[in-house]
């Protein structure tokens, strides 16, 4: 472990709220640390869709491992949130953003990283594509790559309501689940009824 | 590099070796009061006293041109140049802190991990992307502008 101490200090800024820069993280799970090696650290970051972009009011989560390599490699970092984006993965969250990749120096922190994801959020590179068939529609047919990526906000970025959980608690209920579970596990899948439910039925 | 030799003050305290009693008897006025606060008579006697030097790198005024050393952190490590790089028990020359020809400034573990983990035969600065280039020499200007000292990078 090179820079244990810079790591700490990192996470302590990152986990603080910065209502100007618009990006958080919090520790992911109870424990930071990940069995089996030590020094790796695992948050889960969230960015605030910038305004004046399809993202806008879209909340994105984004899953940050920090391994042992860290400060002189980058953090693996990729979407959670489904995004439609020309570069992420539709399929997987995968980012291509150079400074994550072989632009990465260890003058860049987690936070700058983060700032930089939502940079990316507001002047897509098509010409770099992450998802060959998202930057063909953006630079085909912008109002269509708009019009999805909008869609897919509502659809997987939006926060959702207290009411709006409390009828997905109720609808998973129904199936036959108690109360306590399912609200535990639609937490875990950030809502996500499908997952939710597959989960309880150990799928 | 050597610590700076402490600042001496002149002695403004005087020995009470002659004038034992003064504790003891409080109700004899001394005539400090007249003299108006142009000499304090400290009823004290110095046994003994340690020098205290307080060292630097220097970085600060080289980066950037504020002067606040303190505040001057490795961008590699974040700690203090004046601590200790990662894995290194003891600040100061186990700790050295060396320059690019681009004047950047990092503790020389922690730019030399850096440098080895591009894996390129042209390994660039954390700072400004520049290739990197140890620099051969800085010359400092002390506090006090006593004189220069040159600090081997």
Redesign the interface.
């Known amino acids: ?6 790591v700490k ?2 996470i302590s800024i990152i986990c603080k709220t910065d209502p100007t820069s618009g990006v958080i993280a919090t520790t992911a799970g109870d424990d930071l640390s990940i069995p089996g090696k030590p020094g790796w650290r695992h948050l889960i970051g969230t960015i605030q869709g910038p305004s004046g972009t399809p993202y806008e009011n879209g909340v994105f989560d984004v899953d940050i491992l920090i391994d042992g ?1 860290y ?3 980058p953090p693996k970092m990729k979407f959670i949130t489904k995004i439609w984006h020309p570069n992420v993965s539709s399929a997987t969250g995968a980012i291509c953003l150079d400074i994550l990749k072989d ?1 990465w ?3 860049l922190t987690i936070k700058t990283a983060m700032m930089s994801l939502q940079a990316l959020l507001c002047s897509p590179e098509p010409n770099d594509p992450q998802d060959a068939q998202v930057a063909k529609m953006y630079l085909e047919n912008k109002p269509e790559f708009d019009r999805t990526a909008k869609f897919w906000v509502e659809q997987y970025a939006s926060p959702k309501s207290d009411t709006s959980k409390e009828d997905a608690v109720g609808r998973v209920c129904e199936m036959g689940f108690d109360k306590e579970s399912a609200r535990k596990a639609l937490e875990k899948h950030k809502w996500d009824e499908q997952a939710a439910v597959n989960d309880l039925l150990g799928m | 590099m050597d610590p700076p030799p402490p600042r001496r003050r002149s002695p403004r305290y005087h020995n009470q070796l002659s004038n034992n009693n003064s504790f003891s008897s409080p109700g004899k006025k001394t005539n400090s009061s007249s003299n108006a606060g142009t000499e304090t008579k400290l009823k004290i006697k110095i046994k003994r006293y340690h020098g205290v030097a307080k060292w630097t790198w220097g970085v600060s005024g080289f980066n950037n041109d504020d002067d606040d050393d303190e505040d001057e952190v490795c961008i590699v490590c974040q700690s203090a140049f004046e601590g200790c790089a990662p894995g290194v028990k003891y600040p100061g020359d186990e700790s050295p802190v060396v320059f690019g020809k681009c004047k950047h400034a990092f503790h020389l573990q922690c730019v030399s991990t850096w440098l080895q983990s591009q894996n390129s035969n042209n390994p660039t600065c954390p700072t400004c992307r520049q290739e990197w280039e140890f620099g051969a020499e800085r010359t400092v200007v002390d506090d006090d502008a006593e004189g220069e000292e040159s600090v081997d990078v």
């Open positions: 472990m090179a820079a244990n101490g810079r200090k990192e390599e400060p002189f490699a632009q120096t260890p003058a």
